[in-house]
């Protein structure tokens, strides 16, 4: 009976992320911020674009062709190592989202909690399906183990993001969709970048392309500020009382 890798692969990869992550400057100076009240959403997305980093670098240093059999990433290893480890890093990702939330919720005299978008199951398999696809050699598998491992973290906030977005525009508040281009765009997160009154915002604002590092975030509360108009907004009597009473649902993100 052949022995079975995947534990050791996955303790290693443990090791490997735990590791990064303690070391982790740029992680650790968020934190220092989440815990002084000074966080912001922009930190969140941060968060998760270099906690996928070092995903990505664990993964990689750890499923190299010479730890796999046959030098191959069979689907069944590929999903019990690959598919657990972003799972961990969703769950990271919305804890540090929503206690920033949470931040930011009480310097606005905001009630409300966090809600969390279900985890992308469909789209995760789809990445362990590309990597294991039988037409491609070792080194193409693991290139899938790179870019695309930090695009689903970043991915993982901007799923946050329209779910509270959604949750808060449904519970009777003003929000808006901002889109910030990072340094050297490309033509096309130029043309969708901006902020945009929740529901009239590009439908592939939530997107990002192989190697994006923009930024999607949200504002809402009693007042918030619409910057093409220039106009604040302020909740009515009807709206605050709508806030009351809330449920906490998950919300499906559909792409």
């Not at 989440?34 to 968060?47: C, F, N, P, Q």
Request: some cysteine; glycine content about 6%; hydrophobic content about 40%.
């Amino acid at each position: 009976m052949a022995t079975d890798i995947v534990p050791e692969l996955n303790a290693q990869i443990a090791e490997s992320f735990e590791n990064r992550i303690e070391s982790d400057r740029q992680l650790r100076r968020i934190g220092n911020r989440v815990r002084d009240g000074t966080a912001t959403l922009v930190d969140a997305h941060d968060y998760a674009e270099r906690v996928g980093e070092d995903l990505s670098a664990a993964l990689q240093q750890v499923i190299v062709p010479s730890a796999l059999p046959n030098e191959t990433l069979f689907y069944n290893i590929a999903l019990r190592t690959v598919v657990p480890a972003l799972r961990n890093n969703y769950n990271l990702v919305n804890l540090t989202a929503a206690a920033i939330q949470k931040i930011l919720d009480t310097k606005a005299n905001i009630g409300l909690n966090a809600v969390t978008a279900d985890f992308p199951q469909g789209r995760v398999n789809g990445l362990v399906n590309k990597m294991t696809d039988t037409s491609i050699g070792i080194e193409q598998a693991l290139t899938w183990l790179g870019e695309p491992i930090v695009n689903n973290s970043e991915a993982f906030f901007d799923d946050f993001v329209q779910a509270n977005a959604t949750f808060r525009r449904q519970s009777g508040m003003r929000a808006t969709i901002t889109r910030n281009v990072a340094p050297g765009c490309c033509e096309w997160c130029a043309n969708i970048a901006g902020t945009y009154e929740y529901g009239t915002e590009p439908k592939d604002i939530y997107r990002r392309h192989e190697f994006c590092r923009c930024t999607v975030t949200y504002q809402s509360g009693r007042q918030s500020q619409n910057v093409w108009s220039k106009k604040m907004w302020q909740s009515t009597p009807e709206e605050l009382a709508a806030r009351r009473n809330i449920t906490m649902p998950k919300i499906q993100v559909r792409r």
